[in-house]
């Protein structure tokens, strides 16, 4: 199954250069229909001209993201190496609030770029 999904332009890139391998989401209905094998189209939100396919190898599900962070190595999630000592489950608070997390729980998922 292929699934679309949107991308800012700095972590667009860090999939496409291999630096970030697993991404994070909400796990909301869209989210919870992704299974491993399934076909990921991103596309960049400041060139919507620019997309990457990647292929699902596996799915990390936690109650939120204080436990992800824990969990998974936070280098592969986004994170440059001089980053990781400032990195928070907070950070993601931004994109989705504590309240839908508690709703949802949330997903790593880990890529290969395909294309």
Request: include cysteine; charge should be neutral.
């Amino acid at each position: 199954m292929m699934h679309s999904m949107n991308l800012k332009p700095q972590p667009f890139m860090m999939i496409a250069e291999g630096h970030k391998t697993i991404e994070l989401r909400l796990l909301d209905e869209k989210r919870q229909k992704i299974a491993v094998g399934d076909t990921l189209v991103f596309t960049n939100t400041a060139d919507p001209a620019l997309q990457l396919r990647c292929v699902v190898k596996k799915l990390h599900r936690f109650a939120n993201f204080a436990e992800l962070y824990v969990s998974l190595p936070l280098d592969k999630c986004g994170y440059f190496p001089h980053e990781l000592a400032d990195a928070r489950p907070e950070d993601m608070d931004l994109y989705y609030p504590p309240e839908k997390q508690a709703k949802y729980g949330v997903v790593g998922i880990e890529l290969e770029r395909i294309g």
